[in-house]
């Protein structure tokens, strides 16, 4: 295992790591430059793209979301705003904002309305490589 460290290089910043190594230039990247795409009732704004993970602000504004698991990505998602559920693995849980909840890869889950969501994934999500199973 390596020894973890962030370092500045160039004005950039290098993170190292057992597996994890990466290089990218500070950035501030402001919300009205976002463009929201939508699947259905799922709408995303990606917000960073990595070669390691990304992030997006995700938004559920009906509950025509179909059940499913991501085959490569481990996800956090925190709610920034509203409230709604998630079903986890056949289990229906609440979800108000402030909260955070982590899936790894395989985990079969789907958010429902009213959830504005910060998801953090890594790999980064590949929407090709979600398999619905409703």
Do not use: Q, W
């Not at 990247?29 to 960073?48: F, H, Q, V």
């Not at 998602?77 to 056949?90: M, Q, T």
């Amino acid at each position: 295992m390596g020894e973890h460290t962030a370092e500045d290089r160039d004005g950039g910043v290098r993170f190292t790591g057992a597996s994890f190594l990466f290089s990218m230039e500070p950035k501030i990247i402001k919300a009205e430059t976002l463009n929201e795409e939508s699947y259905g009732d799922t709408k995303t704004a990606k917000i960073l793209e990595t070669p390691k993970f990304n992030i997006a602000k995700v938004r559920k504004t009906g509950d025509n979301i179909k059940l499913g698991y991501d085959k490569e990505s481990d996800v956090a998602y925190y709610v920034l705003e509203g409230e709604g559920d998630a079903v986890i693995e056949g289990e229906t849980y609440h979800l108000k904002k402030g909260d955070c909840v982590f899936y790894t890869k395989g985990t079969v889950y789907k958010h429902l309305k009213g959830l504005t969501l910060l998801a953090v994934s890594c790999p980064p999500f590949n929407r090709e490589k979600r398999v619905y199973v409703e």
